[in-house]
């Protein structure tokens, strides 16, 4: 069975720093690309970052690049998002998932394991 569990959610103030974590189980946590994802209320989902298997590559949505950062441990399957100088609008629930082919992608439909989700509330 696979598990994609999150933690680290919640609430900050504008201009704060939170980081999120995605412990993985079930799955051969090296050969997946590793997502994360955003969906703010009455919005779709919007792709925030990912990270390659290796780790070597990084892509990120233009809103979050210089404030968010990608990382993995491939030997606790585990990846992480640190998101620093937050904005209200970081407002959401945000998720993990796992992508087979191994790369970072933008699209969703590419990832086929998903974690439950977050909320993370920035106020102003």
């Known amino acids: 069975q696979v598990q994609l569990v999150i933690s680290g959610g919640g609430s900050v103030q504008a201009g704060g720093s939170l980081i999120l974590s995605c412990v993985t189980s079930?799955?051969?946590?090296?050969?997946?690309?590793m997502g994360w994802f955003r969906q703010r209320d009455g919005e779709d989902r919007e792709f925030v970052g990912g990270?390659?298997?290796?780790?070597?590559?990084?892509l990120y949505t233009h809103s979050v690049e210089g404030r968010f950062i990608i990382s993995r441990d491939n030997a606790k399957n585990t990846v992480s998002l640190q998101m620093n100088s937050l904005k209200p609008e970081d407002t959401a629930v945000y998720s993990c998932?796992?992508?087979?082919?191994?790369?970072?992608?933008?699209?969703?439909?590419?990832?086929?394991?998903w974690g439950q989700g977050t909320q993370i509330t920035v106020s102003s």
């Open positions: 990270i390659s298997r290796t780790g070597d590559r990084t």
């Open positions: 998932a796992a992508n087979p082919t191994g790369y970072a992608d933008f699209d969703d439909q590419a990832y086929r394991y």
């Open positions: 079930g799955l051969p946590f090296s050969r997946y690309g």
